[in-house]
């Protein structure tokens, strides 16, 4: 793995940080728990967020066209096709 694989995540990872610890309430991508936002409900993705303090303080929800909007529906199902069998698992243990 080249070193631009581990730098791209770690700088994503200290803006996150130092916006939480300084409450900067900065707008970055953020892999969150949707609760009606896109029209979907609990299924992780990423999306344009705040982040502060608080953590998430709240979703910026993007006007998107018709195909947009598929896609996006497409990636949530896709996770939820991965996240199910992941939780019967680890139901089993």
Known sequence: MSRDAFFAPASAVSVMVESILLNQSRLL?????LQGEYGLNDVVIGVPCRLGCAG????LELHLTD???????ISAQSVRDQY???????AMN
């Open 56 to 59: 998430v303080e709240n979703i």
């Open 84 to 90: 199910d069998p992941a939780q019967k698992i680890l």
């Open 67 to 73: 195909g947009e909007r598929e896609a996006v529906q």
């Open 29 to 33: 991508p953020v892999a969150t728990c």
